[in-house]
């Protein structure tokens, strides 16, 4: 993991220095075609290798080739992931990380990329990424996102926030709830039907809620879920979906049709707006009992959908 110092402003117009930390995949810089990703809610710059979270998208001979590509994920500051944590995360928007990676692209001296992907979170910094620079990528894909912050993700988002001040165990508890919401019920219901572990005593959908639970309280810290939690309720690209089309890149949005999170209504509706201004934009839905998580189950879809643009 390599870093960047850089200077920046927060949301209330504060200087501060921060540590940009990030990792390279595939070809070394400036010897191939870049692709950069930006990490999810709980995700990081590790997206590719052994113990990359997209490893089933990127790597030798998958669909973004480590062979034909360079691959560079930046760390959002104050994740945790590189030890970096942040106490007054309300100053920070997706604007603010959009203007940090951008930042840490100039001084890396990048000024062209075949692709900005993202998912979710990641998804929406890309929004803002091409919308702020809209000369610099090629290709846009944002991944089960939306370029607003709806008044139902806000609410979610304020929900998780009460959750992680307040609770006596704030990650276990915010996890459970959030499940709820990147899942579906008939995900839910068709994967448990009611199953009941005699030995446990206990439902097994709670075992498995529980268990979510744990396990993000065992590699994700409070801070860092404060602010990436607080991230998702601050999407604000752009006043309305007309205006993306000053983003010249080729725009491909990817949505589950059963995301009850960024859900796929919202997106087909961007879509309808700019394919009426531009031609280059294009909708992708993956077809998913699972839900917003789809995007990390549903490889062999989310594949063939990418395909094209790598090829």
């Not at 960047?4 to 010897?31: C, D, M, W």
């Not at 993202?118 to 894909?141: C, H, K, R, T, V």
């Not at 929900?159 to 839910?188: E, G």
Request: hydrophobic fraction near 40%; aromatic fraction near 12%.
């Amino acid at each position: 993991m390599k870093k960047i110092k850089i200077s920046t402003k927060s949301k209330n117009a504060e200087i501060f220095q921060v540590n940009l930390s990030y990792e390279t995949f595939g070809r070394p810089l400036g010897h191939a075609p870049i692709v950069l990703v930006n990490h999810a809610l709980t995700g990081n710059s590790t997206v590719a290798g052994k113990k990359g979270w997209w490893k089933s998208l990127i790597g030798d001979r998958k669909v973004i080739d480590n062979q034909k590509f360079t691959i560079l994920a930046f760390n959002i500051p104050g994740n945790g992931y590189d030890g970096v944590l942040v106490d007054n995360y309300k100053e920070f928007t997706v604007k603010c990380i959009s203007n940090l990676f951008l930042q840490g692209l100039k001084n890396l001296n990048i000024n062209k990329i075949h692709t900005v992907i993202g998912g979710s979170l990641g998804g929406a910094i890309a929004w803002q990424m091409a919308y702020d620079a809209p000369d610099l990528f090629e290709n846009l894909i944002p991944v089960v996102t939306d370029f607003q912050t709806s008044d139902w993700v806000r609410a979610q988002s304020y929900l998780q926030d009460r959750i992680l001040n307040f609770s006596k165990n704030p990650i276990q508890d915010a996890r459970v709830n959030a499940m709820l919401v990147y899942r579906t019920p008939f995900s839910i219901d068709h994967r448990f039907q009611n199953q009941f572990d005699t030995e446990k005593n206990e439902f097994k959908v709670n075992d498995w809620l529980d268990y979510h639970g744990r396990a993000l309280e065992n590699r994700f810290q409070l801070k860092a879920y404060r602010l990436m939690n607080h991230l998702i309720s601050t999407i604000d690209v752009a006043p309305n979906a007309a205006d993306l089309d000053k983003i010249k890149s080729n725009i491909h949005i990817v949505s589950v049709n059963t995301d009850l999170f960024f859900t796929a209504e919202r997106n087909r509706k961007t879509y309808k707006i700019l394919k009426g201004l531009k031609n280059n934009v294009y909708y992708h839905e993956i077809q998913s009992i699972h839900g917003h998580d789809a995007f990390l189950m549903e490889y062999e879809q989310l594949n063939q959908m990418l395909k094209p643009i790598f090829e």
